[in-house]
Nanobody, 116 residues
Framework: QVRLVASGGCLVQPGGSLRLSCAASVSIFSSTAMGWYRRTPGKQRELVAGITSGGITNYADSVKGRFTISRDNAKNTVYLQMISLKPEDTAVYLC??????????WGQGTRVTVSS
């Protein structure tokens, strides 16, 4: 079963920066489009960024210009660099395939809290 382990989340002040990582235990990672999702209580899960196997990226309007997704296929890892964080970015961040999440085991994700 595929394991997705996200890390890097913490409490940060508005305007701050964070870099999230998500390591996947799959050998086909390099040929798979991956993305970062976020989950907030009372809201639908949101896809915030995606990256194809070839490195083409796309972003939700709410994070465009502030978040950057990247990947290291040698490490089976996808990253999310976040700057100019806002309180509304507070969420649990998880990774999975895009455009449809296909890995059933999401893992626990990593919690980002933006607050002063």
């Amino acid at each position: 079963q595929v394991r997705l382990v996200a890390s890097g989340g913490c409490l940060v002040q508005p305007g701050g920066s964070l870099r999230l990582s998500c390591a996947a235990s799959v050998s086909i990672f390099s040929s798979t489009a991956m993305g970062w999702y976020r989950r907030t209580p009372g809201k639908q899960r949101e896809l915030v960024a995606g990256i194809t196997s070839g490195g083409i990226t796309n972003y939700a309007d709410s994070v465009k210009g502030r978040f950057t997704i990247s990947r290291d296929n040698a490490k089976n890892t996808v990253y999310l660099q976040m700057i100019s964080l806002k309180p509304e970015d507070t969420a649990v961040y998880l990774c999975n395939t895009v455009p449809v999440p296909s890995y059933n085991n999401w893992g626990q994700g990593t919690r980002v809290t933006v607050s002063s």
